[in-house]
């Protein structure tokens, strides 16, 4: 699991500083719906039916103890003692208040999340097989290139108004637990010739209308390569 | 633009602090319980009154008006949509709408 550095800390502070500051800007009337809307969604903010809801990143879906208790603590203070975690192994609190999620969001940084890119036209939390490291089948933990492919992807300038949401996730084993198929790109880790490398799916779809590809690319990326920069 | 609804109607929008749902009442305030909803039956009253509820920015989101019918003496919501933010998640019974003040 990744731990922050000196920059991803001041980076997380300073973005919460600034949401908490374009909130109180919304409530005194500074800033119109409008205006305030890009901004909470930026920020994994939405307006729901019922209620205000906000999608926590798990990257990868994976967590500590230290943040499992966190989100555990958040649900009994802030919201009604509940999360719902998401198929892209997110959480979402679904009752906050306006008001309360820039304290929500100083809690996670406590231990080390947050809720950047959890929605808006932008690359979204990269996911892997929930079964990572623990199965019998996996050629590699798919976790770490997940976690190379986030801090690419992450605030970065290019990915964040993109035309429509972008999905990512990765498997270390020839049994797709992580529906690659079902992303915009899956990277499946295999091994040819001798050599360890990705099998590149693009053009899934995931959500209310999901769709399957088969491998269409035809790409074969080795691990280690710099097909990422 | 979305075509105007079916006349009766209530105005309904999200609270700007809470998300709550929120309807708004005959002295212009706003209630989480449709009962308590001003009901607009000409259409020039549901204007005025969305027009009024729109320019409260600083209190609801997203005003916009529904249309409800009278059923036994209470309100109820005709689309789908409305019942689920009148009576909460669909999947059981939970959510802020498990409070006495939604009715």
Not at chain 1, 95 to 104: A, E, F, N
Not at chain 1, 120 to 128: D, E, F, I, L, P
Request: hydrophobic share 35%; aromatic share 10%.
């Amino acid at each position: 699991m990744y731990s922050y550095n000196e920059f991803d800390t001041d980076f997380v502070r300073e973005r919460n500083l600034q949401f908490r500051a374009q909130v109180q800007r919304r409530i005194q009337g500074h800033l119109t719906e409008d205006e305030f809307k890009p901004l909470r969604l930026m920020n994994g903010v939405y307006l729901q039916l019922h209620a205000y809801m906000l999608r926590v990143a798990i990257p990868y879906g994976t967590l500590n103890s230290a943040k499992m208790h966190k989100l555990a603590d958040i649900s009994k203070r802030w919201d009604k003692g509940y999360g719902h975690f998401t198929t892209r192994q997110n959480i979402q609190f679904n009752w906050p208040k306006l008001t309360d999620i820039s304290d929500i969001l100083d809690a996670l940084a406590k231990v080390e999340m947050h809720a950047i890119q959890t929605s808006g036209n932008t690359v979204r939390n990269v996911t892997a097989d929930h079964f990572s490291a623990a199965a019998e089948d996996e050629i590699e933990d798919p976790r770490p290139y997940a976690e190379l492919i986030r801090q690419w992807s992450t605030d970065h300038p290019e990915f964040q108004f993109l035309p429509r949401k972008f999905k990512i996730a990765v498997s270390g084993s020839h049994n797709d637990r992580a529906v690659i198929r079902a992303h915009d790109i899956g990277l499946q880790i295999v091994q040819k010739h001798g050599e360890t490398g990705f099998e590149v799916v693009v053009g899934g779809g995931h959500g209310a209308d999901a769709y399957d590809r088969e491998n269409n690319s035809g790409v074969f990326a080795k691990t280690g390569s710099s097909a990422l920069h | 633009m979305a075509s105007k609804p079916n006349l009766p109607v209530v105005v309904t929008a999200n609270a700007l602090l809470e998300g709550d749902v929120v309807y708004v009442k005959a002295d212009g305030s706003w209630s989480r319980s449709l009962q308590k909803a001003l009901v607009l039956r000409e259409t020039k009253d549901a204007d005025s009154h969305l027009q009024t509820a729109t320019a409260q920015s600083n209190l609801v989101v997203g005003a916009y008006l529904i249309p409800v019918e009278l059923n036994a003496g209470r309100l109820e919501t005709i689309h789908s949509r409305e019942y689920f933010r009148k009576t909460g998640p669909s999947n059981y019974f939970h959510g802020k709408q498990t409070e006495k003040h939604y009715v």
